[in-house]
């Protein structure tokens, strides 16, 4: 059984920095493609990075591009995702998904697993 946890998020001020963490276990192999999302409260849920299975592609979502990063550790099958300039903007709870040959993609459909998410909380 495929299981994904997610670690990191709290309250951070407007201006600062997070890395969230999220560790996967019941994975029968390595090809599977990753990505994180978001859910502000009254909104939809919506992309924010992904990489694909091989590690070769990254996406990052236009409203954090140059403020986040995605990355994988191969060995520790965990992806991070890194928050830097964080505004109130980004309050929300995160979650990371798993797609198996996976692009990276941010379309939510072609997840298979998802975590229970993180929450993230930006103060002004």
């Known amino acids: 059984q495929v299981q994904l946890v997610e670690s990191g998020g709290g309250v951070v001020q407007a201006g600062g920095s997070l890395r969230l963490s999220c560790v996967s276990s019941?994975?029968?192999?390595?090809?599977?493609?990753w990505g994180w999302f978001r859910q502000a409260p009254g909104k939809q849920r919506e992309f924010v990075a992904g990489?694909?299975?091989?590690?070769?592609?990254?996406f990052i979502a236009d409203s954090v591009k140059g403020r986040f990063a995605i990355m994988r550790d191969w060995e520790k099958d965990t992806v991070y995702l890194r928050m830097n300039s964080l505004k109130t903007e980004d309050t929300a709870v995160y979650y990371c998904?798993?797609?198996?040959w996976g692009s990276g993609s941010a379309r939510e459909s072609e997840y298979d697993h998802w975590g229970q998410g993180t929450q993230v909380t930006v103060s002004s």
């Open positions: 998904a798993v797609e198996l």
């Open positions: 019941g994975l029968t192999a390595p090809n599977y493609g």
């Open positions: 990489v694909s299975w091989a590690g070769d592609r990254t």
